[in-house]
Nanobody
Framework: QVQLVESGGGLVQAGGSLRLSCAAS????????MAWFRRAPGKEREFVAA????????DYTDSVKGRFTISRDNAKNTMYLQMNSLKPEDTSVYYC???????????????????WGQGTQVTVSS
């Protein structure tokens, strides 16, 4: 089992940047495919980005490509989401998630992910 704790959220103006962190504890961090999801007010939770166990593979939802970067440091048991050029529509609660399986074609779906953090609020003002 792994425990996930997100941090780094906050209030930022449009065009600004934030870096989210997801600290993992428990089992070996490098055994997990990791991802970020988000939920905007009144909407379903949606996929943002995913990263493979070694960090060699990443995928993004179209709306954040070129603006967000997912990364991980297995030595620090931490995953990151660097968010640049933020827009008001990025306002959401951001969740990190861990999948104890290998990277698959279902990386964008919630189903493969076994563990979830509590979320961190990101608010982008216009």
């Amino acid at each position: 089992q792994v425990q996930l704790v997100e941090s780094g959220g906050g209030l930022v103006q449009a065009g600004g940047s934030l870096r989210l962190s997801c600290a993992a504890s428990g089992r070996t961090f490098s055994d997990y495919t990791m991802a970020w999801f988000r939920r905007a007010p009144g909407k379903e939770r949606e996929f943002v980005a995913a990263i493979g166990r070694s960090g060699g593979r990443t995928d993004y939802t179209d709306s954040v490509k070129g603006r967000f970067t997912i990364s991980r440091d297995n030595a620090k048991n931490t995953m990151y989401l660097q968010m640049n050029s933020l827009k008001p529509e990025d306002t959401s609660v951001y969740y990190c998630a861990a999948d104890q399986g290998y990277y698959t074609g279902d990386y964008y779906r919630e189903i493969p992910y076994d563990y979830w953090g509590q979320g961190t609020q990101v608010t982008v003002s216009s």
